[in-house]
């Protein structure tokens, strides 16, 4: 099973094998096998030829999606048996990589650098075919907006985030949705980043973000409902100029269709003040907490 193709997993569209060999020459290389066959109620390993061997190995799943990158430094068949026993019940494909001792972790981090240039769903694929079209607006429906946190929370007592585990260090758009009580939802913000989609995201949703020009949508987190949209773009095949270029002009005409008033307002926060609503909103919270006697991060409601 050819490596690139299982993992590539026709999110890339157009980008051909040539390319693919000259700038994901690691994952071009990978062969995926079976862990383990199963007969008579008895275990044989697929990969004797690695013990004793060092590197890494890759595991996915089914859906071509990397579930573990794990080393081994001394035996890369005893690493990869610890691991897969503990998942017997899963479906997955493995695949080796050797490597000398010394250098296996420098190309485990040029392995997860390749990695970044693959897409991890193909929301940019689903727009593509209407990017021709400049009189009709795009489909922007067919894009799945999420919530940014999970109703899971941290052992510090900090929400888990939706995106930031699958969309770090990686580039595109960001489109946010607000839904006010009692109103629809629509989109009040359209963004991009070259490098960091997620952590550019979440600047929105942190209080006293690192980037003070950015909308801080945080203050309005206990009040509002949000919903956001990743469009992930991949640099594969493309000068850096073509593809920042690419990206740039896909912002562009999002805020030109959709209107979205932290786009227009402006892009500081003193642009975009809190309405009576929110203000409201906010002393009748400050003033329920204070008369319940509660501490600083406890929630009354």
């Not at 693919?20 to 995926?32: G, H």
């Not at 979205?260 to 009748?284: F, H, L, S, W």
Request: with cysteine; aromatic share 14%; glycine share 6%.
């Amino acid at each position: 099973m050819n490596g690139a193709k299982f993992l590539l997993n026709g999110n890339v569209g157009s980008v051909s094998g040539p390319t693919i060999k000259k700038e994901l020459p690691i994952v071009s290389s990978l062969k995926f096998i079976k862990p383990f066959e199963k007969k008579n109620g008895k275990i044989k390993w697929q990969f004797r030829e690695y013990f004793n061997k060092s590197g890494f190995y890759v595991v996915v799943r089914n859906s071509g999606k990397v579930a573990y990158i794990g080393i081994g430094l001394n035996c890369l068949y005893r690493a990869a048996i610890r691991f897969i026993e503990k998942r017997k019940g899963k479906n997955y494909f493995i695949a080796f990589v050797l490597s000398s001792r010394n250098n296996v972790y420098e190309l485990r981090r040029n392995f997860k650098q390749e990695l970044r240039k693959i897409p991890y769903d193909s929301s940019y694929q689903k727009l593509k075919p209407f990017l021709k079209d400049l009189k009709k607006p795009l489909p922007i429906n067919l894009l799945q907006f999420k919530k940014p946190f999970k109703n899971e929370f941290t052992k510090d007592g900090r929400k888990i985030t939706t995106f930031m585990n699958t969309f770090s260090k990686r580039a595109g758009i960001y489109i946010i949705e607000e839904k006010r009580p009692g109103d629809k939802w629509r989109i009040v913000y359209v963004g991009k980043s070259l490098k960091k989609l997620a952590e550019r995201t979440y600047h929105h949703f942190y209080p006293a973000p690192t980037h003070p020009y950015l909308i801080e949508y945080s203050k309005n987190l206990d009040y509002f409902d949000y919903r956001v949209a990743l469009i992930e773009i991949s640099p594969l095949g493309k000068t850096p100029a073509n593809f920042k270029a690419e990206i740039k002009s896909l912002e562009d005409r999002l805020i030109a269709e959709l209107n979205p008033p932290g786009n227009t307002r402006g892009k500081t926060i003193e642009d975009y003040p809190y309405d009576e609503e929110v203000a409201k909103m906010q002393k009748e919270y400050e003033e329920t907490r204070k008369r319940l006697g509660l501490k600083e991060g406890e929630d009354p409601f």
